[in-house]
Nanobody, 122 residues
Framework: QVQLVESGGGLVQAGGSLRLSCAAS????????LGWFRQGPGKEREFVAA????????DYADSVKGRFTISRDNAKDTVYLQMNSLKPEDTAIYYC???????????????WGQGTQVTVSS
């Protein structure tokens, strides 16, 4: 089993920034892909960003490109999501995710974190 623990959520005004962190433990391998999903009120869970062990060519949803940056520290088995220029529509529960292969949809994910709430006020 792999455990993922997120932190860093909260309430922020539109235009502000937040940084989410997610620490992996258990039978986690640094070779796994790490990513973030989110689920807004009344919406399906959607892909936000993902990053491979190599740190090359992270993937982003179009809705967050240019505003969010995903990074990871392989020595700490931790992934980060720096969120800038936040909008009210970014309000959601943000979930950390990991898989042995590339992540693009919820079906690709092998393990989930418990989620952290991000609320952006207008």
């Amino acid at each position: 089993q792999v455990q993922l623990v997120e932190s860093g959520g909260g309430l922020v005004q539109a235009g502000g920034s937040l940084r989410l962190s997610c620490a992996a433990s258990g039978h986690f391998s640094s070779a796994y892909v790490l990513g973030w999903f989110r689920q807004g009120p009344g919406k399906e869970r959607e892909f936000v960003a993902a990053i491979r062990w190599s740190l090359l060519s992270p993937d982003y949803a179009d809705s967050v490109k240019g505003r969010f940056t995903i990074s990871r520290d392989n020595a700490k088995d931790t992934v980060y999501l720096q969120m800038n220029s936040l909008k009210p529509e970014d309000t959601a529960i943000y979930y950390c995710a990991t898989a042995r292969g590339d992540i693009a949809t919820s079906g690709d994910v092998h393990y989930w974190g418990q989620g952290t709430q991000v609320t952006v006020s207008s």
